[in-house]
């Protein structure tokens, strides 16, 4: 079956632009999770949603960062007036609810470069 | 402060030869799950191996196995027989079972590369 797609897989963005970055979970998964992976570090969360309710925002970086899952399954995420700061990969990942072992899967991730 | 440490940055070992990657972590929560997780150059995060802080066995799954000592507070992961596609960014990552959101808390990783 389908996992988890992320488009596009690289981005090159000028200093200033805004970038929309898309997330295609696992169909019929509940939750979703963005994270935000600098290179040669681990990734680091972001924010998450469970269906069309983004419940936990804590770790956008900035109002700069938005994210939306208006009907429970594609998000976007979204990062306005882009810095250079923001360069690094941006990671989706779902699951199909909050168990206890529930694996997150990640899909390959959005490299965005900003020059 | 929840944290996830992995002391090496780097490891390379003999292809076919077993290989321990080290993770330690912090918590005062009970309740929790420890995670590992390969990234090969590709980028994409693969599941590997699960153990719940309740289980009382290590976990195994194939040849992976997580030597789980709680006390410790580590979670190191063996790979047995290693093969060249094993070489790879390695992560472990913890979640808090209280959480409400249940993300994932990331050590920094380990690079191994497998030598042939």
């Known amino acids: 079956g389908a996992g988890v797609s992320q488009s596009p897989r690289y981005k090159v963005a000028k200093r200033g632009q805004d970038v929309a970055l898309r997330c295609d979970p696992i169909?019929?998964?509940?939750?979703l999770f963005w994270y935000q992976q600098a290179l040669g570090q681990g990734p680091e969360f972001l924010t998450y949603?469970?269906?069309?309710?983004?419940l936990d925002k804590s770790g956008l970086p900035s109002d700069r960062f938005f994210a939306e899952r208006p009907e429970g399954s594609v998000s976007t995420l979204k990062i306005q007036r882009t810095q250079q700061e923001d360069s690094a990969v941006y990671l989706c990942?779902?699951?199909w609810g909050q168990g206890r072992a529930n694996e997150q899967f990640f899909g390959p991730g959005t490299r965005l470069t900003v020059l | 402060a929840q944290k996830i440490t992995q002391t090496q940055p780097g490891m390379f070992v003999q292809e076919k030869e077993a290989v321990t990657l080290d993770c330690t972590y912090d918590t005062s929560d009970p309740s929790y799950g420890l995670f590992w997780y390969k990234q090969p150059s590709s980028g994409e995060m693969i599941f590997l191996i699960y153990q719940g802080s309740y289980d009382q066995q290590n976990a195994t799954e194939g040849r992976y196995s997580l030597n789980f000592q709680k006390a410790r507070k580590s979670a190191n992961l063996v790979i047995s027989a290693s093969q060249l596609g094993d070489s790879a960014m390695y992560f472990c990552a913890m979640r808090h079972q209280s959480d409400s959101n249940y993300q994932l808390i990331w050590g920094a990783g380990t690079k191994l590369i497998i030598k042939p």
């Open positions: 169909s019929g998964h509940v939750s």
């Open positions: 949603f469970q269906n069309e309710a983004q």
């Open positions: 990942a779902s699951s």
